[in-house]
C-alpha cells in the first residue's frame, strides 16, 4: 500500500457542485499539505496543517477549504467548484521537511465542467 | 519576481551527455534545497536534496549550490532517455516555522536516444 493515498484518483464534476478530496497516510508524519498544480506554474500550496488542531492557509487558499479529521487523514473540499479549478492536485506530508522534503500523494486529477 | 525560478524548456540532451537545469530563489536566508523529478501524470519523486554550498553527488545526480549567487543547479550526467520528465527545483525558505516547500515551474528535459 502507498504511503499517502489520495481518492479519488480521477473526478470529473460540474460548475457549483460540492466536492472532497480525500488523503490519507501511513508514514506517521504529523505536518500534511495540500498543492494543485497548473501547467508551467509548478505546486501552489492551498493548505497546511501541523496536527489535528492547526490548520493553515497557504498560498491560494480561496475557493477551498479543509479538514484535518485524524493525524493520518487531512481532506480538501471545494464548497462550490469552478471551471479554474480544474488542475492536478497533490497531497504531501513531511517529518522533518526541511532535512527530508515531502512524502507525495499520487494526485487527483479534478476536472469541473 | 517568482521566489523560485527556472527555465521551463524543454531542455533536450542526446543520451549520453550532461543535462545541466537551474534554478535561482529569491529568498537570501533560504535554507533548503531539493530536486524533484516528476514524469508526466505522476507525483513529485525526490532525487536530491542539498543544504550547505558546494556540491552533493548521488550516482548520476549532483547537486549545486551557491548561497551567494542564490541559485542551486542539478547536473545528470550520461543522461538516459528515461531521464525524460520535469524536474522541479523547491526551496525552504528562512525562518519559515512551517518549513513549507516553494516550487519552481518544472524544467521539461528529453533526453534523445
Known amino acids: 500500500d502507498a504511503d499517502v493515498t489520495q481518492t479519488p484518483r480521477n473526478r470529473i464534476t460540474k460548475t457549483g457542485k460540492r466536492i472532497m478530496l480525500e488523503c490519507s497516510q501511513t508514514?506517521?508524519?504529523?505536518?500534511m499539505y495540500w498543492y494543485r498544480q497548473d501547467p508551467g506554474l509548478g505546486l501552489r500550496l492551498i493548505y497546511y496543517?501541523?496536527?489535528?488542531?492547526?490548520?493553515n492557509k497557504g498560498e491560494i487558499s480561496d475557493g477551498y477549504s479543509v479538514s484535518r479529521q485524524a493525524q493520518a487523514k487531512f481532506s480538501l473540499s471545494l464548497e462550490s467548484a469552478i471551471p479554474n479549478q480544474t488542475a492536478l492536485y497533490f497531497c504531501?506530508?513531511?517529518?522533518?521537511?526541511?532535512?527530508?522534503?515531502?512524502?507525495f500523494g499520487s494526485g487527483t486529477r479534478l476536472t469541473v465542467v | 519576481q517568482k521566489e523560485v525560478e527556472q527555465n521551463s524548456g524543454p531542455l533536450s540532451v542526446p543520451e549520453g551527455a550532461i543535462a545541466s537545469l537551474n534554478c535561482t530563489y529569491s529568498d537570501r536566508v533560504s535554507q533548503s534545497f531539493f530536486w524533484y523529478r516528476q514524469y508526466s501524470g505522476k507525483s513529485p519523486e525526490l532525487i536530491m536534496s542539498i543544504y550547505s554550498n558546494g556540491d552533493k553527488e548521488d550516482g548520476r545526480f549532483t547537486a549545486q549550490l551557491n548561497k551567494a549567487s542564490q541559485y542551486v543547479s542539478l547536473l545528470i550526467r550520461d543522461s538516459q532517455p528515461s531521464d525524460s520528465a520535469t524536474y522541479l527545483c523547491?526551496?525552504?525558505?528562512?525562518?519559515?516555522?512551517?518549513?513549507?516547500?516553494?516550487f519552481g515551474g518544472g524544467t521539461r528535459v528529453l533526453v534523445k536516444p
Open positions: 523547491a526551496v525552504i525558505r528562512g525562518r519559515d516555522a512551517g518549513n513549507k516547500l516553494t
Open positions: 508514514k506517521g508524519h504529523d505536518r
Open positions: 496543517s501541523f496536527d489535528v488542531k492547526d490548520i
Open positions: 504531501a506530508t513531511s517529518d522533518l521537511g526541511r532535512v527530508y522534503g515531502y512524502t
